[in-house]
């Protein structure tokens, strides 16, 4: 059974950072398309940062140069560096995977392309 668990969200001070931690099992994190998409409040969940099978990365623009996402397979574990914190960065941050053709293993995906989540980490800048 597939299972995405996230760990490290928190409150912050504007211009601070945070490291996210998402423990994935029941599939190689290495083989599909896994990321970050983050909720507040209100609006639609929108896509942050996703890695595809062969280590590309994507990213929303507005976080851009601030995060930063990254794996490792021996831990089957992705991470999302948040540096420069921003008060327009708070959400409740998901972890998601999906076996995706990495063409469309990219940030502007609709999160509907995704089965498997995780519950949910919340991050207050």
């Known amino acids: 059974q597939d299972q995405l668990v996230e760990s490290g969200g928190g409150s912050v001070q504007d211009g601070g950072s945070l490291r996210l931690s998402c423990v994935v099992s029941?599939?190689?994190?290495?083989?599909?398309?896994i990321g970050w998409f983050r909720q507040a409040p209100g609006r639609e969940r929108e896509g942050v940062a996703l890695?595809?099978?062969?280590?590309?990365?994507t990213y929303r623009g507005s976080v851009q140069g601030r995060f930063t996402i990254s794996r490792d397979s021996a831990k089957n574990t992705v991470f999302l560096q948040m540096d420069s914190l921003k008060p327009e960065d708070t959400a409740m941050y998901y972890c998601a995977a999906q076996n995706l053709q990495n063409a469309l293993c990219r940030v502007g995906i609709s999160s509907l392309y995704f089965e498997h989540w995780g519950q949910g980490t919340q991050e207050l800048a």
């Open positions: 029941g599939y190689t994190i290495s083989s599909i398309c």
């Open positions: 890695i595809d099978s062969v280590g590309r990365t």
